[in-house]
């Protein structure tokens, strides 16, 4: 298993359904590969009194959105290789009016004889009146870093 353009490609296998309609959008994060510096940016998509929508994810040329529903209380695959699950987002104790808790789920360890070590990077979703973004430790995050490594992701640092 090989994990050469790991946010470019798993957004092409991303399985969930493009935003049709224009709203508002909120950056919440920059996202980074640390193969290549691929950039992709993380969004909170809003209704026209700044509730939440969904969550978007999108470079220059690609826009995938994933509505709270999709990942209210279950995992959502956003990228697989190799038939294992290297990237997924959960949304847990979740509100579409004052967010709640992210969870990123990671292959850690791909293990061919065991099982796989998966770790997890816990986020809270939060607003501030019309303003959504992400926090870690009541402390705001502006940036995560993907370590990618041959067989999946070995970490994901945040910066604050």
């Known amino acids: 298993m090989r994990i050469l353009a790991l946010l ?60 709270v529903a999709d990942i209210d209380g279950r995992s959502k695959v956003l990228y697989r290789d190799s038939g294992q699950d ?27 004889l065991s099982s796989n070590v998966y770790k997890k990077v816990v986020l809270d979703l939060e607003r501030d009146g019309d303003t959504w973004f992400l926090s870690k430790d009541g402390r705001k995050v502006s940036r995560l870093k993907l370590n990618i490594y041959r067989w999946g992701i070995s970490s994901i640092d945040l910066f604050y």
């Open 86 to 112: 290297v990237l997924s987002i959960r949304a847990v104790n979740f509100s579409l009016y004052t967010g709640g808790r992210l969870e990123l789920v990671y292959l850690k360890e791909y293990n061919l």
């Open 8 to 67: 470019g490609t798993f957004m092409l296998f991303f399985t969930m359904s493009l935003s049709n309609a224009m709203a508002k959008e909120q950056i919440l994060a920059r996202v980074e590969r640390s193969d290549n510096g691929g950039v992709l940016r993380f969004a909170a998509e809003l209704t026209d009194v700044s509730d939440l929508k969904g969550l978007a994810f999108s470079t220059s040329s690609t826009r995938i959105y994933v509505t």
